[in-house]
């Protein structure tokens, strides 16, 4: 076996391998920082990074596994934490300069679940500013001029890197699938409440997910299952069991699915390649994907999600940008301006509408095992946009609470991955994946078939 034969492309491998006593973690993290020195300096995806501290947890979990003792699922496995995720040994600095070496007291509750089921902590990836749109220096691991999306940059351009197998990051608008798709690997929201959002800094009660990147879906549903978990202290947190992801992921279908492409008019966005990518994807389905005309109450839920953004995110930045105004990006100031002109009566009725949408989509997953929607409007856009891309086709998504998935399925023009998003029902996360299983099985059997 190799060097690099002990890494990163699969997670559940490579737990496999260590509890095995086939490779240490200690050999698997050293493969992680090797391939972190040779690319970084170009990707720029670490805003945290701590060779010894890295090592010592993975000498830990190797002296555990050879005591006998207990190994959790993801035992010795790296991951790696947007850095707006609080940890008690690392700093964590929200991605602005305002807090440049703050140093948390406590874990994040994902945090300390990560670290019971024996996960090494690599460090913290570049996230945007708060978590919001003005971008980071992070590149795209397909093309150093490109974006690799935003906010959770960091986190997906690392997986895609192959410097960790996981990663954590967030969604508020789209923030997980979006990166998903630039950078051609598979990004998880599962429903929102399903992980705890404790020790994670808030930009939006009503809309902040947890969620991740990973290379397989095994590797999503196994991290997505390890970080799930009720937490009394996080307000869209539920106490009630939580579905099996890496279960799901893994399942059969008793029947093939019934999937649903809807016609928003904000589709006109998409690029070309993506578009006659997504119609390739839909036309080899087979009839399994039925087409719908939106209403125009549908279409305008992302004016909905707006409202409730900006509103919101004024509130959580209130102490900050009263003491750091002119610290803050343009972008926020912007935002913070726009949640002042929102008022009580008009947040109270987004959050209304929102409900509404949640109680429309629990009907609608009756009839349909999930929603197939483009991720993002194309390839990854250039640096010289200024911007992370085009969230509009999470928005809706992310305000209903539903679960998301991006398939790193088609390719665009200039060879750069583009990815196709899955919606599923409300906490019905493992359907979601069996669903997600059976689409990736039917596409490559087709194409080995050469239809």
Known sequence: MTKHDLSLFSAVQSAEGIRDGRFSSEALVEDCLKRIEETDSVIRAWAYLSAGLALDQAREMDRIRKAGRATGPLHGVPVALKDIVDTKDMPTQRGTPIFAGRQPET???????????????MGKTKTTEFAFMHPTDTTNPFDPNR??????????????????????????????IRPAS???????????????RSGVFRTSVSLDHVGGFANSLEDIALLSDVVAGYDQSDPASFARPRAEMLTGAQAEVPVEPNIAWLDFPFNDRLDADARDGLNAVIDSLGGRVERFSVSPQLADLINVHKTIYDYEIRQNMMEISNTH???????????????????????????????????????????FDAILAPAATGEAVPLTAGN?????????????????????LL??????????????????????????????RSLRAQEQNGE
């Not at 874990?107 to 902590?121: H, K, P």
Request: charged share 15%.
């Open 107 to 121: 874990d994040a509750r994902l945090v300390e679940l990560l670290r019971e089921s024996g996960a090494v902590i």
């Open 147 to 176: 974006t690799p999306g935003g906010s959770s940059s960091g986190s997906a351009a690392a997986v895609a890197a192959r410097h960790v197998p996981l990663a954590i990051g967030t969604q508020t608008g789209g923030s997980v």
């Open 325 to 367: 105004w002119s610290e803050i990006s343009a972008e926020m100031q912007s935002a913070i301006n726009r949640g002042a002109d929102i008022n009580e009566a008009q947040y109270e009725d987004a959050l209304s509408v929102m409900a509404s949408a949640q109680g429309f989509f629990a009907e609608y997953f009756n009839e």
């Open 411 to 440: 390719v665009g023009h200039n060879d750069l991955p583009i990815g196709v998003q899955l919606i599923g029902a409300i906490e019905e996360d493992d359907r979601l994946l069996r669903t997600a299983s059976w689409v990736q």
């Open 182 to 196: 630039f950078c051609g690997v598979y990004g998880f929201k599962p429903t929102r409440g399903m992980i705890s």
């Open 388 to 408: 992370t891309g085009d969230s509009v086709f999470c928005l809706t998504w992310t305000l209903a609470g539903l679960p998301c998935l991006t398939l790193p």
